[in-house]
Antibody, heavy 123, light 107 residues
């Protein structure tokens, strides 16, 4: 059974750096084809894809946030870490991590999600 | 980036109604299209992958169709637990992008 859970601060000040950890179980991030993604959702708004890290340590980031975010993995701890610099009130959102799965059709999806963690940016 | 446009943004329906949500990509994406359901305060749940394949455990009243730029999610007979927001998402290339969502509300 695959589970993921996000952890980190619920409140950060503007200009600070946010660090969120996704701790997962039920899969290994060293298995070919596997990935973990980060997605966020401002209150009352749509989902926004932030980035992905793959089993081979390849990484993809949202172009609009590329200069501010870094995703790393610790395979031995079953953790993925999202770091976002220079936080602003517009970054207030629920942040999700999710398991990237390549289906039998070859199409990739997020098939398992964490519960999400609300991060508020305010002074 | 590939833009995903859903319509309508919201709709009102009654239990038993047939509901259709559309999603259009800004370029051809083959069938690299997934649908998610999200209820308030909860994480999204995968319903349909590869445009028309039903995720395991999802009721058969949900179906998806389309390819290239135009896709459809259909709920054949709306049930009380189906009132939620639905998102399409492309995984044709990165950055993966989501539609703006369609909220299905009680009429």
């Amino acid at each position: 059974q695959i589970t993921l859970k996000e952890s980190g601060p619920t409140l950060v000040k503007p200009t600070q750096t946010l660090t969120l950890t996704c701790t997962f179980s039920g899969f290994s991030l060293s298995t070919s084809g596997v990935g973990v993604g980060w997605i966020r959702q401002p209150p009352g708004k749509a989902l926004e894809w932030l980035g992905l890290i793959y089993w081979d340590d390849d990484k993809r980031y949202s172009p609009s946030l590329k200069n501010r975010i870094t995703i790393t993995k610790d395979t031995s701890k079953n953790q993925v870490v999202l770091t976002m610099t220079n936080m602003d009130p517009v970054d207030t959102a629920t942040y999700y991590c999710a398991h990237r799965h390549v289906t039998r059709t070859g199409v990739a999806t997020f098939d398992y999600w964490g519960q999400g963690t609300l991060v508020t940016v305010s002074s | 980036d590939i833009q995903m446009t859903q319509s309508p943004s919201s709709l009102s329906a009654s239990v038993g109604d047939r509901v259709t949500v559309t999603c259009r990509a800004s370029q051809s994406i083959g069938t690299y299209l997934n649908w998610y359901q999200q209820k308030p305060g909860k994480a999204p749940k995968l319903l349909i992958y590869a445009a028309s394949s039903l995720e395991s455990g999802v009721p058969s009243r949900f179906s998806g169709s389309g390819s290239g730029p135009d896709f459809t999610l259909t709920i054949s007979s709306l049930q009380p637990e189906d009132f939620a927001t639905y998102y399409c998402q492309q995984s044709y290339n990165t950055p993966w992008t989501f539609g703006q969502g369609t909220k299905v509300e009680v009429k």
